[in-house]
C-alpha cells in the first residue's frame, strides 16, 4: 500500500509541475508580458568585422607569440 501512495503523490507532483510549466510557458509568449531582458535577447548581434589589416596584425602576433614558445621551449 505505501507504493501506491507514494506513486500517486508523484503523479500529483507531475501534475502541479505541468501547470506551472504551462503558466510560465504562456507567460512568456505573450506580447505585453514580456520582460525588458527578453526583448533585448530577442534582437540579432550585429556581425563583427575585421578589416584585412586588422587581421594581419592579429595573425602577425600570435605568429609572434608561437615563436616565442617554442624558443622558450626549445631553450630548457
Known amino acids: 500500500m505505501a507504493i501506491e501512495s507514494i506513486i500517486a503523490q508523484i503523479d500529483s507532483e507531475i ?4 501547470q506551472v ?3 510560465l510557458a504562456n507567460m512568456g509568449t505573450t506580447g505585453s508580458s514580456k520582460s ?3 526583448k533585448t ?3 540579432p548581434r550585429k556581425k563583427r ?3 584585412a589589416e586588422a587581421r ?3 595573425a602577425d602576433a600570435q605568429r609572434k607569440r608561437w615563436a616565442a614558445q617554442k624558443a622558450k621551449a626549445k631553450a630548457k
Open 15 to 18: 501534475a502541479r509541475l505541468t
Open 21 to 23: 510549466r504551462a503558466l
Open 36 to 38: 525588458k531582458a527578453a
Open 41 to 43: 535577447l530577442a534582437k
Open 49 to 51: 568585422v575585421l578589416s
Open 56 to 58: 594581419k596584425r592579429i
